[in-house]
């Protein structure tokens, strides 16, 4: 086994010991111990959460006087305290009503949202541009000032500008690659701190 597969299965198997959906999991808990993207009580939002790893490690963070609330096309077996929403993030109508779910504006957003990816790097890049873009418009409707941002972006042509937009909503701004993201993938995390 090469030192690749060995670390992703580290992670996977890691995961499955600690009962995580997803190795993504891991991705969270490493960014959130430095940043602190997320706190206790924190209302947070993840766009593109199915299996449910990042809403397993977000339900512990933000305990039980906070909320989690999930959004995908794909269906997740429920976690309990959270509440999961199946829709396309493009169906407007439900993005709408997602203040309705929190009653008031939230604290976080998490994206980790990915295309169905056919393996043409260019091609998938620009999927996933237009999903966290879309991602982005949804964040500027929900997210309360100070409040905190995570968006998993792929590496392309479009990935300078996207960076650049987030930071400028953000009093802080990083873009960084977890330990636990596979060396060979193409994402890096932004991580936004104080929405202006
Ligand atoms: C990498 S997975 C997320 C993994 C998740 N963070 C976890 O820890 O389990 C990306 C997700 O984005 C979702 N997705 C892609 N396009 C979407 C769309 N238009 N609307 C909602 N979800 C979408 C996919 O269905 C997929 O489940």
Known sequence: MNKLDAKTDHYRNLARTLGYRSRSAFKLLELNK???IIKRNFFV???GCAPGGWMQVS?????????????????????KGTH??????YYSQNMDNLIKYFGRK??????????QVIGVR?????????LINKCVQIMDSILSKNGNALFKVFDGE?????????????????????KSSRKSSSETYCVGLGYL
């Open 59 to 79: 339900k512990k963070l933000v305990g039980s006087q906070g909320k989690v609330v999930g959004v995908d096309i794909s269906n997740i077996d429920e976690i």
């Open 84 to 89: 999961f929403i199946k829709t396309d993030i």
């Open 34 to 36: 430095k940043y602190r």
């Open 122 to 130: 260019s091609l998938d890049h620009i999927k996933q541009i237009e």
């Open 106 to 115: 939230i604290d976080s957003v998490i994206c980790d949202i990915s295309p």
């Open 158 to 178: 479009h990935a300078q500008q996207f960076k650049r937009d987030l930071k400028s909503r953000f009093i802080k701004f990083k873009a960084t690659k977890p």
């Open 45 to 47: 939002l993840d766009l």
